[in-house]
């Protein structure tokens, strides 16, 4: 099984500010995928980061507010731009093993 | 689009009950997993059925594919504390083999 890290762990941000959450693999993967949980809800697929190419976004989600870096097989970065409060959520980042493995979680508030 | 309902939303058992998930899709899947999420944790994947009809179990959970491989359900047979969390199915989306998307969730919460 995967070993994934995420930092930060949780951050307060203000409005109009930008954050970037990194994943760390304690492997190499093809794929990595991040996912957004808000307050009592379900996971929302937002992209998929391939590395050497482009991140693919589901409906709903753009690059611009969403970037995403894949530099190598085992880290991804996500960045939530322009922060507003309905951005107040959990992001995970998961990669594939028997199953999908999750990253512990970013807990994002936004005021 | 393509959704995936969990039914209940909620359900609070005393210690010892049964409890019993459900879970239904829009679309025929060509598989579905079974996730489970402590309070302040990440999902954790549990278990993936493929053929129609699957039944398995594990200890005390039994997870079950439906004929049309359009539903499926998880049973826990006499809870305990440690069942606490949040239950979640998906299924593959239409889009991509590894993108799932994943049940709306069943919260339990286990009385002592």
């Known amino acids: 099984s995967a070993v994934i890290s995420q930092k930060p762990s949780r951050d307060i941000c203000q409005r109009g500010t930008s954050l970037t959450i990194q994943c760390q693999v304690d492997?190499?993967?093809?794929?990595m995928f991040w996912y957004r949980q808000q307050p009592g809800q379900s996971l929302t697929l937002i992209a998929t980061?391939?590395?050497?190419?482009?991140?693919?976004?589901e409906s709903g989600f753009v690059i611009d507010k969403f970037p995403i870096s894949r530099p190598n097989l085992t880290f991804s970065t996500l960045t939530v731009s322009n922060m507003s409060p309905e951005d107040s959520s959990i992001y995970l980042c998961?990669?594939?093993?028997?199953?999908?493995?999750f990253g512990p979680g970013t807990r994002l508030t936004v005021l | 689009g393509q959704q995936v309902m969990q039914i209940p939303q909620y359900q609070h058992v005393q210690e010892g009950e049964d409890f019993t998930t459900y879970c239904n899709s829009s679309?025929?899947?060509?598989?579905i997993q079974w996730y489970k999420q402590r309070p302040g944790g990440h999902p954790v994947f549990l278990i993936q059925?493929?053929?129609?009809?699957e039944v398995k179990k594990q200890k005390r959970l039994t997870f079950q594919f439906g004929e049309a491989k359009k539903n499926s359900s998880l049973h826990i047979t006499a809870t305990q504390t440690t069942d606490v969390g949040t239950y979640f199915c998906?299924?593959?989306?239409?889009?991509?083999?590894?993108?799932?998307?994943f049940g709306t969730g069943t919260r339990l919460k286990v009385l002592a």
């Open positions: 998961s990669v594939w093993g028997h199953g999908q493995y």
């Open positions: 492997s190499q993967v093809t794929m």
């Open positions: 980061a391939n590395q050497g190419s482009e991140a693919t976004y």
């Open positions: 679309t025929t899947l060509s598989n």
């Open positions: 059925l493929v053929k129609s009809g």
């Open positions: 998906a299924g593959p989306t239409t889009s991509g083999t590894y993108k799932y998307i």
